[in-house]
């Protein structure tokens, strides 16, 4: 074969190479908008599924070629699949975190930034890298291998990215809610003020307040305020602030519905807490409120009956979704999910799980089926009974009674 058959042939072989290269990136891409998509509508297996079927893709094309000249001589290729690499091992552990597999979520960062050429990978990540190092330490945490310490000071630290990622919003949340939690309510306020400076949010912060006070005030009164500790009056005077101003905003229709619906239970704790400083009269009202908004919060959540309570996975043909048999309105994705919060963390910065719940969740479910049928003999009786169930949740359920309103 002459030097031009040669030639010819080797351009053969790079056009096919290149063709092969140009096929697997645009199925690469193809995933991610997949990706993007699922996880878009809380379908955070198969989100899990195209992350994992992209690496994949990714590292086959990279064990192929790397000894390839016509690859490893194309800097950008190369690079374009590293990139893509590192950035689908990010995203899917920003999934595991979410799907609450913490171990799961705390192997692929170790895998990200304990191995291999860390510099590269710092520069490739470094937008996304302070939410996945806050992650990682409250994956730590969660399995009881972390230190608390660390985790307030990298929260305080998210802070100074302000402006500058998508994800910093949803990072400080998460991290104050968490906070509460493990009852750092110090810390959890400075990410709440920080967070309504950045949109205005002040469920966080009204939140942290309101369980500072569960938590470490225990004052005797009956329905009037004797003496409180003076700095229990400042967190009263801020917790009236946020939560009058969340209470107008709801009762004026102007209430953002991608807040968590968990804010209408924290609405509702606040009112019952001030019934017991009302007069007689005020006192009814006050209540027949906090009922309201315990029944607004159960009926955003009938919306999504399909979603797991504890990871918002979305019911489908293979993801079968698991029914409480107490209430048989809260769904769950798995029985670890559902062993999980079934007495902590089921919502979002309270220390109470399904258990006390689920009652109320029953009596709901029954007293809106005897309405939705047209029952008049059980409506009132079912109704009288739900009123019921939430007042002893938000006394006892919540711990009001024992920790807010000894004698």
Known sequence: MGKKGKRSRR???????????????????????????????????????????GIQLTQRQLLKHESSSTFRMNLPTWTWFVKSKLIAYSNLMAVEFDRRNFEGAIQIYENLFQKGNIKMKM???????????????????????????????????????????????????????????????????????????????????????????????????????????????????????????????????????SVDPETLLVLAQWIYLLHQFSSDDKEIMMKKEAIGFIEDYLDLISKVETHCRTCTQTATESEVQLVCSGCRVACYCSIDHQRMTWKKEAVKGMRFGHEVLCPVMKAYRKWRHANHNGDHERVSRLRRRFERECLYLLSDGMGLKDKCFKK
């Open 123 to 257: 520069e490739i990540l470094s937008d996304v890298f302070p939410s996945l190092q806050l992650q990682y330490h409250e994956a730590l945490l969660r399995q009881g291998k972390g230190n608390i310490d660390t985790f307030i000071t990298l929260s305080k630290v998210r802070i100074s990215y302000g402006g500058k990622d998508d994800n910093l919003e949803g990072d400080l949340f998460r991290s104050a809610n968490f906070l509460r939690t493990t009852k750092h309510f110090d810390a959890a306020i400075v990410l709440g003020k920080q967070l309504e400076e950045l949109n205005a949010d002040i469920e966080p912060l009204a939140t942290s307040y309101l369980e500072q006070y569960l938590v470490e005030y225990y004052p005797k009164f009956g329905r009037k305020i004797k003496s409180l500790p003076e700095s229990f009056e400042n967190i009263f005077i801020d917790m009236g602030d946020a939560f009058g101003n969340m209470v107008e905003k709801y009762n004026n229709g102007g209430f953002d519905t």
């Open 11 to 53: 351009k053969a072989v790079t056009a096919a190479v290149q063709a092969s290269i140009v096929a697997v990136q645009t199925k690469i891409e193809e995933l991610n908008v997949k990706f993007e998509e699922s996880w878009h509508i809380n379908l955070s297996s198969q989100a899990a599924d195209e992350l994992r079927e």
